[in-house]
């Protein structure tokens, strides 16, 4: 089955204390990409990376990190987690936006809360 | 820079009538790619449809059907006979050609009234 997977899906933490959310695919898929969610405000993209080795910003990156070592994951770090960090995320993937078939895949979202 | 901009935040109606969601988008790429998703109460995201802009056909799939126009930045999302599982909230997106980000309107939040 295709399929995005994010873990942890909640994570209740406290400023500053570093941490990650992994996300992995399954359908060898070279584009993936992390959103945030917040209300007002729609999706916001932090970071995308159409293969390995490269990645970019996107219209919020400020605060996290990310890395694609392998084509299936693409985690997200917050290396000091501040309560503006406090977010719906989402972790999608697809083969690009460019071409068919051009279904991006979201995983099911990480409630974070930063206190 | 990419901006979208959703301007109905939230729209009501009742079953089987028609709704339009409307989507306004900025940027200064002749080619660029336009995309609708979902997002049920339940959470997920769900991808709808991409659109090139090199091509105008409007296109039906079903109940939905995409109207875009060049000449108005525009890019709206038809549903016809809204069923209660329409009820969602819808976003529209935009990427331009020169890189692989993508920018998101507010959403507009759309509840269908049985």
């Known amino acids: 089955e295709a399929q995005v997977t994010q873990n942890p899906r909640y994570l209740i933490t406290v400023t500053g204390k570093k941490l990650t959310v992994t996300c992995s695919q399954n359908?060898?898929?070279?584009?993936m990409s992390w959103y945030r969610q917040d209300p007002g405000l729609g999706l916001r993209q932090i970071y995308y990376?159409?293969?390995?080795?490269?990645?970019d910003k996107g219209d919020v990156p400020e605060g996290y990190k990310v890395s694609r070592k392998e084509k299936r994951n693409f985690p997200l770090i917050l290396e000091s987690p501040s309560p503006n960090q406090t977010s719906l995320y989402f972790c999608?993937?697809?083969?690009?936006?460019?071409?068919?078939?051009?279904?991006?895949?979201f995983g099911p979202g990480t409630r974070l809360t930063v206190l | 820079a990419q901006k979208v901009t959703q301007a109905q935040t939230e729209i009501s109606v009742v079953e089987k009538e028609d709704v339009t969601l409307d989507c306004v988008y900025e940027?200064?790429?002749?080619?660029?790619?336009l995309f609708w998703y979902k997002q049920p109460p339940s959470g997920e995201l769900v991808f709808l449809i991409r659109?090139?802009?090199?091509?105008?056909q409007n296109e039906i799939s079903g109940r939905y059907s995409w109207n875009f126009q060049k000449s108005t930045s525009s890019f709206n999302f038809t549903i016809t006979a809204s069923q209660v599982v329409d009820s969602a909230v819808y976003f529209c997106?935009?990427?331009?050609?020169?890189?692989?980000?993508?920018?998101f309107g507010t959403g507009t939040r759309l509840t269908i009234i049985p």
């Open positions: 359908m060898n898929h070279e584009y």
């Open positions: 940027t200064r790429d002749t080619t660029y790619y």
């Open positions: 659109r090139n802009s090199f091509d105008e």
């Open positions: 990376s159409m293969n390995v080795e490269v990645t």
């Open positions: 999608a993937s697809s083969l690009s936006l460019r071409v068919q078939p051009d279904t991006q895949y």
């Open positions: 997106a935009l990427s331009d050609f020169g890189n692989e980000k993508l920018t």
